[in-house]
Structures are given as C-alpha cells and as structure tokens.
C-alpha cells in the first residue's frame, strides 16, 4: 500500500511576490507614519519630564581656559546651590571603586559660578562652573561635579602640554536641527574615529532655538559623556541669538574672557593656545555693527601680527565665501579675510550654510590640486539641508570652490602634527568626503594638498614659464602635489607620442634627469630644450613619479 503523500508547502510564484512585497514594505515603512499597536497613539513624552533636572549633574563639558597647560574649566547643569557645587579631582588613578585614592590625592574645588537659567518647562536650569587650576601639563586627570553627596561618574582628561605636541580635534558645522534623532550618530561616528581628538569645534548653530531648553538638553544628550572628557571651542550662530544671546550661553560656556573686551562679546569672542595651535572664536552674527565688527577686526590683527604658533584656526559662523543660495556675507568677507590671508591663517571653520564647501582665493592657486593660501571651509553636522549654489559667490569674489557636496551631514577630524595638518570631512556613515594636507616649512611658506584620488592626479598641473622656445633654451618647470622627497623623472617628449597616449609613459622621449621634491612636496627644474628636436613640433614636458604622471601644456619649438 503507498503510503499518502505529505502536502507540500506551497511555494508560488505568487507566493514568493507576496513575501518580497512585505519585505519592500517593511522598509518601505521607514517613511511612513508608524502604525499604533491598537487604537490610540501614545502621547509624546513631555519635554518637561525628558530634560526635568535633578540633583545628579547632567550635560557636563570641559571649557578650556586660556592655559589649557595648567587649568581646565568644568560646567554642568544641577538642582544644587551655589554653596555645595563642587567638584574633585585627582591624577588619573589606574582604579576607583573598592580602590580608594591615596590619602590627599583628592583635591575639593568649590564652584566659581552657579547661574539658574529660567526655562519655558516649568523650571531652572541651573548651571555650576568649577575651574582648575595649578594642574600639570600633559598629565591625565580624573574629575567628578556634584553637591557633596550626589555625584556624577568619574570622568577623565588630559591637560594640553606646554607647548607644541602632535594632537587630533573635531570640528563640526550647524547641528541644529534633528539633534535628538540624526546629529547623535554624527557625534558618535566623529569620536570612534579621534576618541584621542582634544578639542570639537562647533562653528555656530547648534540648536535651532537660542532659549528652548529642549533642545539644549537635546543637544547635550547627543555629545553624552564625550563632551565631559573633550574641551568644547563653540561659538554662537545666528540661531544662539533671538533678541539677544542666548540666556544660556555664558552659563553653560564660560569661555575665556579674553576677546576685544566689549560687554556683548564675552565669551563668544575668545582664543587660547593649544599645543601650538592658536585658536580664534569670533562671532560674525553682529556683521552689521560697525562698531563691534572693527572692535573684532582690531583684536583679531593684533593676534594674528604677534603669533608664536606655527599654527592658526579661526572659527565664525557667517562664510567668507557662501555655498548656499544668494547668501553674501560682504563685512565679514572684507574685513576679515585680507587679514586671515596676510597673515597666514590656515584654516578658516564656518558654518551657517548647511552644505558643505571648501576652498581658496585664486591669487593662491598653484595647481589643479594644489594651492598655498588659506582653507576655507563650510559644513553642516545636523540633518536640515540647503541646496548648493553654483558657487557664485566663490568665483564672483577671487575664490574658488574645490569640494562641495550637499544632503550629506558631515564631521571634520584635523590631525595636527610638526610639519602638517591632515584635515579629512567624512559623512554620517564614515565614509571619506574630502581631504588636504597642508605643509608648512619652518620658513612658513605653505601648501596646501589634496587628498590624491584617482582623478586628481591626472592632468596639466605642470607649469611653464614659457610655451615657445629654441633649440637648447631652458624653460623652467614647476609642479605640486608630491609627497615630500618625491623622486621624479623629467621627460621631453612630442605631445602627440602615441606611447604617451596609450598612458604609457614617456619613455619614448628625451630622460632629462631625475629630481626631488622639497619638503612642501613642490618640484622645480629647469629643463633645457634638447638639440635633436623638429621645427614647428609641439612637445611637453612630462613628469613621472610614483603618485604623479603630470603633462605640461604644449611648447613649441619655433626654431
Ligand atoms: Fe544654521
Ligand atoms: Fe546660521
């Protein structure tokens, strides 16, 4: 007897269609309006209950002071009164916990300010600063805020070392908006790739509100426990002001009190010196005020004239040069780029246009990838977007764009060292966006260097000082972009060498000699015209390194 078959499942065509057509629509789903699991969609969580304050400290930050080498500035938000803020300190201990720190290495600092911030929620935000000092420089530190009894975690630093040494800093554009659901995993991403990084930058605009206490407490929860270990260089943006600065910002950023000296300047018009690095905060929202616009046209020049860093970086809100729609920032570009330019700044960090933009002035290009001038950059870190401009506002003022891009959220990781800063934009996903590296000879003569790509190392970017000559003329020659030391062979070829065209070399012609590059990766050399060459030929020039196979334009040999 056969045994009855057992039913198969049944697996149609059908079938399949309708299982990918859940799947899409699962995915799908990401746009739409989540479905409510029975009737009625829960209520939105109030604000008041989410950022409610209490006795434990929240939204912790290291300030740096003007000697980041031997003080550290600390503020935090608290239920706690002006006599019991505090904080202590001590040498970064290898353990806490059941291993109690050695007897007087817990030094107890009371706070220098506790300043309740009135909020539209019903309650204060209280805001407590304690400052250290008498710290030694390079030297890690464990730290905790409280009232005595209730504490935050134990959180540790590392002083700046007393004069130059290599480090890493952030640097982010706008985050205002979508602070508690996009910017958080741009903040993340930015730190898992420079969790040594020193210092984040904030070029203005990091809430969308100046006094919404919402998105403050937002913004704070998107740098968690980063921004208590890593010095916070901010200044505001045109969003940090709604009738005058935000009632929280000198509360909760009790920036160095060093900038021109005008009563609405404090503190968002700073600078400090971080291991070799001058720092420049200056705040562009009152380009409209001639007064506090030559107040801060003066100071800056005056930083800038007596400088004994190698390095500069200077942060507004406003561009000099604007990615985004018909925006034109004329004072600021008059008054303070001839200053930035004279006096060798080298990178300028702004925000404002929610895109991103990056390049020079074209009096400082000195080829297709590479030019000598100052680094202007815009980018955005949030999730609100503007579309780019054609770059008008570039070209029509001496600049020109090198890097754009737009829809993408953006951080920024600068790696200082002796002879370089490695300056790299990467989008929300770590994916590489842009990058330069800019040389600096102890001389202070600069480049400026893309980051090679496939396509930028192909093309003219050989320079000739004349493109007629003679048989056994010289024609000098100059190129850039080249790692430093780079040996580079000098050919003379015809222009139309079929080898050459096939992108084979240019072995068919005339091996002048081999060159280096000097140590801000430029070659010059001077090429004498060989005597075995045809009247009324067109010949180049052609450069041959391991990064670089560069052309010159066409010479033509007239007799
Ligand atoms: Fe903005
Ligand atoms: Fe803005």
């Given at each position: 007897?056969?045994?009855?078959?057992?039913?198969?499942?049944?697996?149609?065509?059908?079938?399949?269609?309708?299982?990918?057509?859940?799947?899409?629509?699962?995915?799908?789903?990401?746009?739409?309006?989540?479905?409510?699991?029975?009737?009625?969609?829960?209520?939105?969580?109030?604000?008041?209950?989410?950022?409610?304050?209490?006795?434990?400290?929240?939204?912790?930050?290291?300030?740096?002071?003007?000697?980041?080498?031997?003080?550290?500035?600390?503020?935090?938000?608290?239920?706690?009164?002006?006599?019991?803020?505090?904080?202590?300190?001590?040498?970064?201990?290898?353990?806490?916990?059941?291993?109690?720190?050695?007897?007087?290495?817990?030094?107890?600092?009371?706070?220098?300010?506790?300043?309740?911030?009135?909020?539209?929620?019903?309650?204060?935000?209280?805001?407590?600063?304690?400052?250290?000092?008498?710290?030694?420089?390079?030297?890690?530190?464990?730290?905790?805020?409280?009232?005595?009894?209730?504490?935050?975690?134990?959180?540790?630093?590392?002083?700046?070392?007393?004069?130059?040494?290599?480090?890493?800093?952030?640097?982010?554009?706008?985050?205002?908006?979508?602070?508690?659901?996009?910017?958080?995993?741009?903040?993340?991403?930015?730190?898992?790739?420079?969790?040594?990084?020193?210092?984040?930058?904030?070029?203005?605009?990091?809430?969308?509100?100046?006094?919404?206490?919402?998105?403050?407490?937002?913004?704070?929860?998107?740098?968690?426990?980063?921004?208590?270990?890593?010095?916070?260089?901010?200044?505001?943006?045109?969003?940090?002001?709604?009738?005058?600065?935000?009632?929280?910002?000198?509360?909760?950023?009790?920036?160095?009190?060093?900038?021109?000296?005008?009563?609405?300047?404090?503190?968002?018009?700073?600078?400090?010196?971080?291991?070799?690095?001058?720092?420049?905060?200056?705040?562009?929202?009152?380009?409209?005020?001639?007064?506090?616009?030559?107040?801060?046209?003066?100071?800056?020049?005056?930083?800038?004239?007596?400088?004994?860093?190698?390095?500069?970086?200077?942060?507004?809100?406003?561009?000099?040069?604007?990615?985004?729609?018909?925006?034109?920032?004329?004072?600021?570009?008059?008054?303070?780029?001839?200053?930035?330019?004279?006096?060798?700044?080298?990178?300028?960090?702004?925000?404002?246009?929610?895109?991103?933009?990056?390049?020079?002035?074209?009096?400082?290009?000195?080829?297709?990838?590479?030019?000598?001038?100052?680094?202007?950059?815009?980018?955005?870190?949030?999730?609100?977007?503007?579309?780019?401009?054609?770059?008008?506002?570039?070209?029509?003022?001496?600049?020109?764009?090198?890097?754009?891009?737009?829809?993408?959220?953006?951080?920024?990781?600068?790696?200082?060292?002796?002879?370089?800063?490695?300056?790299?934009?990467?989008?929300?996903?770590?994916?590489?966006?842009?990058?330069?590296?800019?040389?600096?000879?102890?001389?202070?003569?600069?480049?400026?260097?893309?980051?090679?790509?496939?396509?930028?190392?192909?093309?003219?970017?050989?320079?000739?000082?004349?493109?007629?000559?003679?048989?056994?003329?010289?024609?000098?020659?100059?190129?850039?972009?080249?790692?430093?030391?780079?040996?580079?062979?000098?050919?003379?070829?015809?222009?139309?060498?079929?080898?050459?065209?096939?992108?084979?070399?240019?072995?068919?012609?005339?091996?002048?000699?081999?060159?280096?590059?000097?140590?801000?990766?430029?070659?010059?050399?001077?090429?004498?015209?060989?005597?075995?060459?045809?009247?009324?030929?067109?010949?180049v020039v052609y450069l041959d390194s391991q990064n670089q196979k560069i052309t010159s334009p066409a010479i033509t040999v007239t007799k």
């Amino acid at each position: 007897m056969n045994e009855p078959r057992k039913p198969r499942p049944i697996r149609s065509r059908q079938a399949k269609l309708a299982a990918i057509g859940a799947g899409a629509l699962l995915f799908a789903g990401f746009a739409l309006a989540p479905a409510a699991v029975g009737a009625a969609a829960p209520p939105v969580y109030p604000a008041a209950e989410v950022h409610k304050p209490s006795p434990i400290p929240d939204r912790m930050i290291l300030i740096p002071t003007a000697t980041p080498a031997t003080g550290q500035r600390v503020s935090w938000r608290a239920e706690a009164t002006a006599d019991t803020a505090q904080a202590q300190i001590l040498e970064a201990p290898r353990a806490l916990g059941q291993v109690a720190p050695a007897p007087g290495a817990v030094a107890t600092v009371p706070a220098i300010a506790s300043t309740p911030v009135n909020t539209t929620l019903g309650y204060a935000s209280t805001y407590h600063t304690v400052e250290f000092t008498g710290l030694k420089p390079n030297t890690r530190y464990t730290y905790r805020v409280g009232d005595g009894t209730n504490w935050s975690a134990w959180t540790d630093f590392t002083t700046a070392a007393d004069g130059f040494e290599p480090f890493s800093f952030i640097y982010y554009g706008d985050a205002q908006n979508y602070i508690d659901s996009a910017v958080p995993r741009v903040f993340r991403q930015a730190f898992a790739d420079r969790p040594q990084a020193k210092a984040i930058v904030n070029a203005g605009d990091l809430i969308d509100s100046a006094n919404s206490e919402e998105q403050w407490g937002q913004w704070f929860k998107a740098g968690g426990f980063i921004d208590g270990q890593v010095n916070n260089i901010s200044i505001p943006g045109n969003h940090e002001y709604s009738g005058g600065l935000s009632t929280f910002w000198r509360p909760q950023f009790p920036y160095p009190d060093n900038g021109p000296g005008d009563a609405e300047l404090k503190q968002t018009v700073y600078t400090l010196d971080y291991q070799g690095v001058r720092f420049i905060g200056l705040d562009s929202n009152v380009q409209s005020n001639a007064a506090l616009m030559a107040a801060q046209t003066t100071w800056l020049e005056g930083l800038l004239k007596d400088n004994p860093n190698k390095w500069t970086v200077v942060t507004f809100h406003h561009p000099v040069y604007s990615t985004t729609g018909t925006r034109n920032n004329p004072n600021v570009r008059a008054q303070w780029a001839p200053l930035l330019e004279k006096y060798g700044v080298d990178l300028v960090l702004q925000g404002h246009d929610h895109s991103y933009g990056r390049g020079n002035q074209v009096a400082a290009r000195k080829s297709a990838t590479v030019h000598n001038g100052v680094a202007y950059v815009v980018s955005v870190s949030g999730g609100k977007m503007y579309a780019l401009n054609g770059g008008e506002n570039w070209t029509g003022n001496g600049a020109e764009v090198r890097s754009s891009s737009q829809n993408t959220q953006l951080y920024q990781l600068i790696d200082v060292a002796d002879d370089t800063i490695t300056f790299e934009a990467r989008y929300a996903n770590g994916e590489h966006h842009d990058g330069f590296t800019i040389r600096k000879n102890d001389k202070g003569e600069r480049t400026v260097n893309e980051i090679r790509t496939a396509e930028n190392t192909v093309g003219e970017q050989v320079t000739v000082d004349k493109t007629s000559v003679r048989r056994l003329e010289q024609v000098k020659v100059s190129a850039y972009g080249y790692d430093p030391g780079e040996k580079v062979a000098v050919w003379w070829r015809e222009q139309d060498d079929d080898d050459a065209r096939r992108g084979g070399g240019g072995r068919n012609g005339t091996l002048i000699g081999y060159e280096k590059a000097d140590e801000l990766g430029r070659l010059e050399e001077t090429v004498r015209v060989p005597v075995l060459v045809k009247k009324n030929g067109t010949y180049v020039v052609y450069l041959d390194s391991q990064n670089q196979k560069i052309t010159s334009p066409a010479i033509t040999v007239t007799k």
